[in-house]
Nanobody, 119 residues
């Protein structure tokens, strides 16, 4: 089992920055990609950004140029630096991790952290 603990959410004014962190613990052998998803009220959960254990990044079009994902493999932690935040970025942000163990793919989720951007 892998536990993901997010931190860093909160209330911020439009145009401001916010940084999310997600620390993984437990049986992290085989950990591969980590990333962030978000879910706004009444909407489906959507991908924000992912990063592989080799550092390959992927972003949703809506956040490209504003958000940066990074990863510290030594600390088993993934970060999401969010700049130029917009009210439409308001959502619960979830950390996600994928692990491949003996050929089986496992998906893990954090509990979520609220990000609210005021206009």
């Amino acid at each position: 089992q892998v536990q993901l603990v997010e931190s860093g959410g909160g209330l911020v004014q439009a145009g401001g920055p916010l940084r999310l962190s997600c620390a993984a613990s437990g049986n992290i052998v085989g950990m591969n990609a980590m990333g962030w998803y978000r879910q706004a009220p009444g909407k489906q959960r959507e991908l924000v950004a992912t990063i592989t254990n080799r550092g390959r990044e992927n972003y949703a079009d809506s956040v490209k140029g504003r958000f940066t994902i990074s990863r510290d493999n030594a600390k088993n932690t993934v970060y999401l630096q969010m700049n130029s935040l917009k009210p439409e970025d308001t959502a619960v942000y979830y950390c996600n991790a994928l692990a491949i163990v003996l050929g089986t793919l496992y998906t893990y989720w954090g509990q979520g952290t609220q990000v609210t951007v005021s206009s």
